[in-house]
């Protein structure tokens, strides 16, 4: 298959586009740079350094490749600053997504998968969270993936194109060659790993006083690896029809947790300091992927923490200043 990724050069995007390479299709990526690093392009893919607002970049993008697919990766992510940014994220997401799609549906392509995001479900009424849990999105980040996920349904039964939109909860770990290296970084692993590293002095918990075991949020962090062989079992299954699956390793890892397994993996001190909680964290956050394991048998390889974070680790060790380095 020829396949179309924009934000291919990014964290999630540039893992699924090796896996898909090992497999021996062919891959464009779309990017802007905006968080991407052209080193994380795989380096048999086809790089086109592009913004999605473009609607005349994206047009030529389509009419210069006859593309079977298409996986939207691109996209503004940070919930908190969606907070502060509305319309960087309701509109610029949303427009952005539009623009894509419009192409996509003119150029006849057939099969799209969206990255969506455990932040459509900001009060859970059971955990673990399936996909019949009420979507309440919990920012204005999450509001533009549920409505995309809402056009996408449209335009299957307008026009057609099967889709499969898949929440993630938190994607963690890297490949032996590509790993997570954003500016800034919000993510809990990396953010621990650097101060393991020594690049900060401490990780700040935010919040020490939520109902769970040990009074830190637990969220579901899902390899990167396996994250992307669910794109590839996906993918394959579209022409079946359009699906949504939540996308987690179904096991919740406290903060305390994170911190503690990654200093055993590091052998280094990782201090901490509990701050206040931080407004909209849920204390638990974990995914049942029941569904996608049952309809196309996806098993996470690396359900592990410490599998997740060891393999953070060696990636952060090989890259200390990131892809720039
Ligand atoms: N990382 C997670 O845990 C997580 C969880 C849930 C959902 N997601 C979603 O998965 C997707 C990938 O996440 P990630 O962590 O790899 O993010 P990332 O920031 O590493 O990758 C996104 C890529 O998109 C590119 N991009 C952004 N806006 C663009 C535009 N207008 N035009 C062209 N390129 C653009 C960036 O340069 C970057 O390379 C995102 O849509 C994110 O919302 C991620």
Redesign the pocket.
């Known amino acids: 298959m020829n396949i179309l990724l ?8 540039s893992v699924v586009s090796e896996q898909l390479i090992d497999r021996g299709e062919r891959v464009v990526v ?8 052209r080193a ?1 392009v795989q380096p048999d893919a086809k790089f086109v350094q ?4 473009d609607r005349s970049a994206v047009k030529q993008v389509f009419d210069e490749n006859a593309f079977d697919a298409v996986m ?6 940070l919930v908190g600053e969606s907070m502060d940014k509305p319309f960087k994220y309701i509109g ?1 997401n949303v427009t ?1 997504g539009l623009n894509l799609l419009q192409e996509a549906v003119a150029h006849g392509v057939r099969r799209f998968i969206l ?5 459509l479900f900001d009060r859970p009424a059971r955990i673990p969270i399936d996909e019949n849990e009420q979507i309440i999105p919990g920012s204005p ?1 999450g509001e533009s ?1 549920y409505l995309l996920e809402r056009i996408l349904a449209w335009l299957d039964h307008t026009s057609g194109l099967k889709y499969a939109a898949l ?6 770990g890297a490949s032996e060659r590509f790993g ?1 290296d ?1 500016t800034p970084e919000t ?1 809990l692993i990396p953010l621990v790993l650097k101060v393991a590293l020594g690049n900060f002095p401490h990780i700040q918990v935010y919040g020490g006083d939520y109902p769970t075991h040990d009074g830190t949020c637990v969220r579901d962090y899902i390899h990167v690896v396996d994250l992307a062989q669910a794109h590839i079992l996906a993918l394959q299954a579209l022409d079946r029809g359009s699906r949504v699956y939540n996308l987690g390793n179904g096991q919740g890892f406290s903060v305390k947790e994170v911190i503690e397994t990654s200093q055993r993996v590091t052998g280094r001190s990782i201090p901490s300091i509990v701050r206040d909680r931080r407004p909209g964290d849920p204390a638990t956050l974990i995914a049942s992927s029941e569904q996608i394991r049952t309809e196309l048998g996806w098993i996470p390889k690396y359900p592990n923490l410490e599998d997740i974070i060891r393999s953070a680790w060696e990636w952060h060790l090989s890259h200390p200043n990131g892809y720039e380095g």
């Open positions: 924009t934000g291919g050069a990014g964290y999630i995007g779309f990017d802007n740079l905006y968080q991407g690093h994380a592009g913004d999605l607002s939207h990766f691109a996209s503004y992510t610029d952005n990255s969506s995001t455990a932040n980040y993936k929440r993630y909860f938190n994607a963690a997570e954003h993510h």
